[in-house]
């Protein structure tokens, strides 16, 4: 097909293009291949199915592509579908709960060798699949997993919702995303019946209950119960703070915790109470909130039994036994149980310790934020493009205030000095009475 002229003539203009970049590589107008000058090991031929990229044709004629075949095995739980029984026959263990392999390091189990082998490699630290991207030395537990990621280098999303044509790189995770749309949560905790979108979501939930904590800090060895909050504490270490909020600066170590932050700016509370419609920033202030509805208290004290809507409280309470007190105050050194009570403390309350102060109540706080937040309480909320004026106002008042009270402290200084003085003056004088009646001097004038 290459004996036509135009194709003659547009392969040897071509030619020296090839030379000096593969991006300018001829497209046969016929099959579509892309031609590169011999030797350079640049063809490329895509599967148009999976968009996975070989470098020789015959590895594209060979690949099996799992999109090209049929999936008529659907399993009824989680509509996930199957080329062959087989398949389905294993992921339905998942549903079962039958999972007959299982880890001689963790006594975590599974439904096939595969995962298994796998997932022993968490404990080994061994990761053999090497991303091969130059800009990138990531490497992975699976190979399914590497190449997931090299999606992210290419750009591709091969799997598109039908709904909202949101992509992405794996089934797996379009499965996860159509039951945000479809609110199918099949994945059910078997000790409080919280449901989920997905298998990952519930086993790092079912380790609240257990108090599995895999994974572990190289820094501090403190120990969490998924990848994600491990490294996002890993920042506590290094520093790093990615997330910036636009409207104050502050920075954060994970996007969520920005976007919860953003809403005190903006007042945006989207997570509504049912029993009372009660508006809250995040789904997990909302949880922890209706179990004061429905009496739910999953957080048990060792100790003395005693329990608790959220862990939070629970570690508070857990230092009423063992005598911790991580809040201490910088004037006095007393230390406390919990943050709260720090402030509470007679230190911490002065008016020259808490320099900001509301105009409409004349209340004092510690620092510009609470003041801006106690405004918000006080439903005058602040212009969120006017914000940044509030602020420097409140820094200006607050400067003045402490200035000026640091002038009065340093005047009661030198009055306590001067009366200090005069009081040392009189009892030398004392003295001298005293000691010239005894040695009978005369001191009349």
Do not use: W
């Amino acid at each position: 097909m290459f004996t036509q002229t135009p194709n003659l003539v547009l392969f040897s203009q071509q030619t020296l293009l090839c030379i000096h970049g593969n991006d300018n590589a001829y497209k046969c107008q016929q099959c579509q291949r892309l031609i590169f000058l011999s030797g350079t090991g640049t063809t490329t031929h895509k599967c148009e199915y999976c968009h996975k990229v070989f470098d020789q044709q015959s590895s594209l004629l060979s690949h099996n592509c799992p999109q090209m075949k049929p999936r008529p095995y659907k399993c009824d739980v989680c509509e996930k579908s199957f080329t062959n029984s087989q398949n389905l026959n294993t992921h339905q263990l998942i549903h079962s709960g039958i999972r007959p392999f299982k880890c001689t390091t963790c006594d975590k189990s599974f439904v096939n060798q595969s995962n298994l082998i796998t997932h022993t490699r968490i404990h080994t630290g061994d990761r053999p699949y090497q991303c091969s991207h130059s800009d990138c030395d990531k490497s992975f537990h699976s190979k399914s997993n590497l190449n997931t990621h090299t999606y992210i280098h290419q750009g591709i999303k091969p799997h598109r919702c039908d709904i909202c044509h949101k992509g992405f790189t794996n089934q797996s995770n379009l499965a996860m995303h159509t039951r945000i749309h479809s609110g199918h949560k099949p994945y059910v905790c078997q000790t409080c019946d919280k449901a989920f979108t997905n298998q990952s979501n519930l086993i790092s939930h079912s380790r609240t209950h257990t108090g599995e904590k895999p994974y572990k800090c190289e820094y501090c060895e403190k120990a969490f119960i998924n990848q994600s909050n491990l490294v996002t504490h890993r920042r506590t270490h290094t520093g790093e703070r990615p997330y910036q909020c636009t409207y104050c600066t502050k920075t954060f170590i994970n996007q969520s915790n920005l976007v919860c932050h953003t809403r005190t700016h903006t007042g945006e509370k989207p997570y509504i109470c049912e029993y009372c419609e009660k508006g809250f920033i995040n789904q997990s202030n909302l949880n922890i909130h209706i179990r004061t509805h429905t009496g739910f208290r999953p957080y048990v004290c060792e100790v003395c039994e005693k329990t608790f809507t959220n862990q939070s409280n629970l570690i508070t309470h857990g230092r009423t036994h063992s005598g911790e007190r991580p809040y201490k105050c910088n004037s006095c050194d007393k230390k406390f149980i919990t943050q709260s009570n720090l402030a509470q403390h007679s230190c911490m309350n002065s008016n020259f310790a808490k320099p900001y102060q509301c105009d409409r109540c004349s209340q004092f706080f510690v620092d510009r934020m609470h003041l801006i937040s106690h405004t918000c309480i006080e439903d005058v909320k602040p212009n969120v493009d006017n914000l940044q004026s509030q602020m420097n106002t409140a820094d200006e008042q607050a400067k003045l205030k402490m200035q000026h009270e640091q002038q009065q402290q340093l005047q009661q200084q030198q009055q306590l000095q001067q009366q200090q003085q005069q009081q040392q003056q009189q009892q030398q004088q004392q003295k001298k009475k005293t000691s010239s009646l005894v040695n009978g001097e005369d001191l009349s004038p």
